[in-house]
């Protein structure tokens, strides 16, 4: 699965291929959520039509993109840095979105591929806090269907799980690894909400631990049959609120997840993410081959970058992540 991306936010020019474990990394304010974002938009935009039986539009890609960037004027996704004037991205030659920094509501969009088929359900987690303000969500959402205010990629995850029933074949085995990791079982209720079951007492999300948190969302998208084969799964920054004992389990539980199909995108500033990502692939613990590495390089507020599949790029992805407290000083303050 291809992306390829011009001119959007700080990016110049970058091109994203899409494997089981996909991992995207760079400065802030380098284009990562912005390539994740407009990703999701186009997967997300396309598989909700077809599940309704609808062929996907240009107004139906046009609608998905706003609600997830929630942008007044579209046109401001449009690198404002660079002398070329249009933001162009393009998926698998299939689809060709092209944004004018003019552009309001309305941008180019050319369905090269007619009748696309794409039905495999996407998942977006930004932040393991998407529960502590479900209702305030859902409550917006729900009652101001048209207005902007809440982003899709939160919308979305909060929608699946609180309507969509428990499968009848979920994935047992990542399940009770889930459990094993945190020592207890999550449970959505319509009533409660979603809750942590530890030693048969019940703990609303709001009284979780952060960290713990987005283990628990993950089970729920495992309970209820969304992260399954050709299923893709999109994550900001894992590492967050994390101990570094629970980031490296969590890696475990992404490259689980890919043994079943899924194929798992994440963006990330965590040294230690990829220093285990190495060592999995080292130790044959997990292929090379099924990773993608994006490695946005930041240069006078452009950023340009091309993902693959060596380790030479997640070495490069290490380098300014493993930089030294006295690196760091010396640069900021200068030789003392």
């Not at 760079?26 to 959520?33: E, I, L, M, P």
């Not at 696309?116 to 998942?123: T, Y």
């Not at 979780?208 to 893709?232: N, P, Q």
Request: aromatic residues 12%.
């Amino acid at each position: 699965m291809e992306f390829y991306f011009e001119n959007l936010g700080p990016i110049s020019k970058a091109n994203l291929t899409v494997k089981p474990f996909t991992i995207i990394a760079g400065k802030n304010q380098s284009g990562k959520s912005f390539i994740t974002k407009f990703a999701y938009s186009i997967l997300s935009g396309i598989s909700e039509y077809n599940k309704k039986d609808e062929p996907i539009n240009g107004t139906a890609l046009q609608n998905k993109v706003r609600w997830v960037f929630q942008q007044a004027n579209i046109g401001e996704l449009v690198n404002k840095f660079s002398e070329k004037r249009n933001c162009l991205v393009k998926w698998n030659n299939k689809i060709e979105i092209k944004i004018n920094p003019t552009d309001k509501w309305k941008f180019a969009v050319k369905i090269i591929e007619k009748n696309l088929e794409f039905r495999n359900h996407i998942s977006y987690l930004p932040t393991p806090l998407l529960f502590d303000i479900e209702k305030a969500i859902l409550n917006y959402r729900g009652f101001y269907k048209a207005n902007y205010g809440v982003p899709d990629i939160y919308w979305d995850t909060l929608r699946d799980i609180s309507s969509i029933g428990i499968s009848e074949t979920p994935s047992v085995e990542i399940i009770k690894k889930i459990e094993e990791i945190v020592n207890g079982k999550f449970r959505y209720d319509s009533a409660k909400g979603a809750y942590f079951l530890k030693n048969k007492k019940e703990f609303h999300f709001s009284s979780v631990a952060t960290g713990v948190k987005i283990f628990g969302i993950i089970y729920l998208l495992l309970e209820r049959g969304l992260l399954d084969k050709d299923s893709i799964l999109f994550i900001e920054e894992p590492e967050n609120h994390l101990h570094p004992s629970l980031a490296v389990k969590l890696v475990d539980v992404l490259t689980a997840l890919t043994e079943l199909g899924v194929k798992v995108v994440i963006t990330t500033h965590s040294p230690l993410i990829l220093r285990y990502t190495e060592f999995l692939i080292n130790s044959d613990r997990f292929s090379l081959e099924n990773c993608s590495f994006l490695n946005l390089e930041l240069e006078n507020e452009t950023s340009i970058g091309e993902s693959n599949s060596n380790m030479e790029t997640l070495l490069k992805m290490m380098e300014p992540l493993n930089e030294s407290y006295f690196d760091i000083t010396l640069k900021e303050y200068g030789n003392f």
